[in-house]
C-alpha cells in the first residue's frame, strides 16, 4: 500500500474511534439527562468519550489518536447544548452567534492538525520521550496525563458554553460585540499564525533557523496566544449572558495556566536545545503576550 493509501487508512481509523466514542458518549448523556444537572451529564458522556478514544489510542499503540480530540469535542459540545430543552428562552441570535464560532474554530483547528499529521506512523515527540521514561506505567500515565487531563481542560473552557447558549437569558448588549470581536480575532489569529508557521516550514532550507517575522516576532508562541483568547472570548459570552455567572471563569484561566507554565516550556526547552540562538530570541519576543519586539544586542 502506498504511503497516501497507509494515511486515509490512519484516518479512517482515527474517525471510527471518535465515531464510537460520540455515540457511547451519547448513550451516556441520554442515561443522565432527566436525573442529573445537564453540566455533569455533558461532563459524563465527555469522559465517556475519551476513555473510548483512549481504547483507541491503546490498540493503535499511538497517542496520538488523541490530539485531535481538544478541537473535536467543543464541535459536539456546544450544538448539544444549543440545542437542549435548557436552551428553549436562551436568544436564539446568540445560540447562532457563539455555535458558529465554535465550529469555525474547532474546524480550522481540526483541519490544520490533519493536514500536518502523518498517519499512525508518526506520534508526538513528547508522547515518544514519555514513553522512554515512564516503561511499563506509560498507559496510564498516558491515560491520566495526555487524554484524560486535556478532556478535563477542554470541559472546563466549555463550561462558559452553558450560560451562553442555554442558561443564560439576557438580550444581546455591547458585550457580545466585545466577545464577538475578542473570539473572531482569535480565530484569526491562529489562522494566520498556523499559516505562516506552514509557509516557513516549507520555504526555509536553514537549519535551526527561527520564525521571527509576522506575528512571530512579537510573541513566540501567538498560536497558543490565539488559542487562550479563545477560550477568554467565550466566557465574555457567558457574561452578556449572564452578568452575575462566574463558574465559566476556571476554565479560560485553567488553560491559560497550562499553556503558560507547561506548554511554553517544553516548547521553548526542546527550541533552545535544537536551534542556536533561540535562548537570544527569548530574551528579545516574549512568550504569549505582545510587545514590541527588542534589538539584539551589538
Not at 432527566?34 to 483507541?56: E, K, P
Not at 442558561?167 to 482569535?186: C, K
Request: charged content about 15%; overall charge positive; hydrophobic content about 50%.
Amino acid at each position: 500500500m502506498s504511503k497516501a493509501g497507509n494515511r486515509a487508512r490512519d484516518f479512517g481509523i482515527v474517525t471510527l474511534a471518535y465515531v464510537a466514542g460520540t455515540v457511547v458518549g451519547w448513550l451516556v448523556f441520554r442515561a443522565l439527562a432527566n436525573d442529573h444537572s445537564s453540566i455533569f451529564a455533558f461532563a459524563a458522556a465527555d469522559a465517556a468519550a475519551t476513555v473510548v478514544v483512549f481504547a483507541g489510542s491503546v490498540l493503535c499503540n499511538n497517542s496520538s489518536v488523541y490530539d485531535p480530540y481538544w478541537s473535536v469535542a467543543p464541535m459536539v459540545i456546544a450544538p448539544a447544548i444549543a440545542m437542549s430543552p435548557e436552551a428553549a428562552d436562551a436568544p436564539v441570535a446568540r445560540r447562532i452567534l457563539v455555535t458558529a464560532l465554535v465550529l469555525a474554530w474547532g474546524a480550522r483547528l481540526t483541519s490544520n492538525w490533519a493536514r500536518g499529521w502523518h498517519g499512525l506512523g508518526h506520534e508526538d515527540f513528547r508522547y515518544v520521550d514519555l514513553r522512554r521514561s515512564m516503561g511499563r506505567a506509560y498507559w496510564l500515565i498516558s491515560f491520566l496525563g495526555l487524554h484524560f487531563m486535556p478532556t478535563v481542560c477542554v470541559f472546563l473552557g466549555c463550561l462558559s458554553l452553558f450560560p451562553a447558549l442555554a442558561t443564560g437569558t439576557r438580550p444581546l448588549s455591547w458585550l457580545d460585540g466585545a466577545a464577538f470581536v475578542v473570539t473572531a480575532g482569535a480565530i484569526a489569529l491562529e489562522t494566520r499564525a498556523d499559516a505562516e508557521l506552514r509557509a516557513f516550514r516549507i520555504h526555509n532550507d536553514v537549519p535551526g533557523k527561527i520564525l521571527d517575522t509576522g506575528v512571530w516576532a512579537y510573541s513566540r508562541h501567538p498560536n497558543y496566544l490565539g488559542e487562550v483568547t479563545f477560550w477568554w472570548g467565550l466566557f465574555l459570552f457567558a457574561l452578556a449572558s449572564d452578568p452575575g455567572v462566574r463558574y465559566p471563569l476556571v476554565g479560560p484561566a485553567w488553560i491559560t495556566c497550562l499553556f503558560v507554565f507547561i506548554s511554553i516550556p517544553l516548547m521553548d526547552k526542546r527550541s533552545v536545545a535544537r536551534r542556536p540562538g533561540y535562548a537570544d530570541h527569548m530574551n528579545r519576543v516574549p512568550a504569549l503576550f505582545p510587545r514590541l519586539p527588542r534589538k539584539a544586542k551589538g
